[in-house]
């Protein structure tokens, strides 16, 4: 299948390093410098594209949704810090019949978490005694906190039950690809759950499975529901 690439840093040249395993081309490689105001979203450029992901800048992240998908290719996004913009994207997805699949994070390790930590909020949702924090740390150049991932963990304890108040903090520094931990405390003990990447390639294998799986499929879908379906 041909891969459409939104967004050309870090990520994405990882992304077509490893997509021949996941039996992709990259034919097509947009950013700054070719799309600033989308302009490389054109048909001519996207004929013979099966699948796009996006890797970009929050800012662009619904704009390139629009238009890729009215040009009836489906999407990976994995740039974070767009929500706030969610309901527009999936009203494009639903209009132009194509397929979405969206995760704060595509580590399996961590979609495994987000599951791992609202059982354990689940379980000690009626006990009263135990206060809770969630933590990350990530690089310098890393532009939303708390991020993504941090922000999903939180919600994921919520809708299990969990109502009390989540101390939520966040680091920047150095080259550290990520780490996230949530915590349960009381005068008895201490439960610590945490998940330490040990570089972007757990990231950019996930995306490339879920580009897999979305080529052909339509409707909005979170990545951890297809992983675990």
Not at 61 to 83: C, D, I, K, Q
Not at 137 to 163: F, N, R, W
Request: charged fraction near 20%.
């Amino acid at each position: 299948m041909n891969l459409a690439l939104l967004g050309y840093g870090k990520m994405g040249k990882l992304l077509e390093q490893l997509a021949p395993e996941y039996d992709f081309t990259v034919t097509l490689k947009l950013d700054e410098f070719n799309n600033a105001n989308f302009e490389g979203i054109t048909a001519a450029n996207f004929r013979g594209v099966d699948v796009a992901i996006d890797f970009s800048i929050p800012s662009a992240v619904a704009e390139n949704a629009e238009r890729v998908s009215s040009l009836g290719v489906s999407l990976v996004v994995g740039t974070t810090g767009w929500l706030g913009q969610a309901d527009r994207v999936k009203a494009a997805i639903a209009r132009n019949n194509t397929g979405l699949v969206w995760s704060p994070n595509y580590s399996i390790g961590v979609n495994a978490f987000f599951r791992i930590v609202a059982e354990a909020s689940r379980l000690l949702k009626e006990e009263p005694s135990y206060g809770s924090w969630a933590w990350e740390i990530h690089h310098s150049t890393k532009k939303d906190a708390p991020s993504g991932t941090l922000l999903k963990l939180v919600e994921e304890m919520k809708l299990a039950g969990y109502a009390r108040t989540v101390d939520v903090s966040s680091n920047r520094a150095g080259a550290h690809p990520g780490t996230h931990e949530v915590g349960f405390d009381s005068a008895a003990d201490t439960i610590t759950l945490r998940h330490t990447a040990r570089g972007r390639e757990g990231f950019a294998r996930g995306a490339l499975k879920a580009a897999q799986w979305v080529a052909g499929r339509t409707g909005y879908h979170e990545f951890a529901d297809i992983l675990f379906q």
